[in-house]
């Protein structure tokens, strides 16, 4: 997910994965070139991710895949020397989501408010879902770096 300094939606797609024998997996070599294309096209490319971790509801398998996903991208960045910011999903949640239902409604509040501010955001399935977090958190990094909230 990238947006311009503006708060334009300039690029979006899901994290790149490989289905084999109908089982996904991380797509690295295409999550490299996803980085470091949109690094090459904007230097001052401010990196934003999710810091998360497993809800006592996940299942094992569900909490590893997960976990897995964020350390690699993790692991990405810093091979990579890229900088990068964390932020927790209660506090862009706070911001991004106020005055929408949250609790089990949260997914459909983010997608609600992503699809508000940007209307090109490609959610058609359930599974682009995280393309909406992944939205508001970007809109929350430059809301920050803009000096409008802390």
Known sequence: MAL???GTLDYARRTPVITEKSKRHYDIPGMVEAITNAVTQNPELIVAIE???AMPRDGKV?????GKGYGIWLGILGALAIPYMEVTPQRWQARMLA???RGPHTKASAVQRSKSLF???PIKVKADWGMADAALIAEYIRQVKQGGIS
């Open 51 to 53: 810091k998360v971790g």
């Open 4 to 6: 311009t300094h503006e």
């Open 99 to 101: 005055g929408l239902p």
């Open 119 to 121: 209307p090109s955001l």
């Open 62 to 66: 569900g909490a590893f895949s997960f």
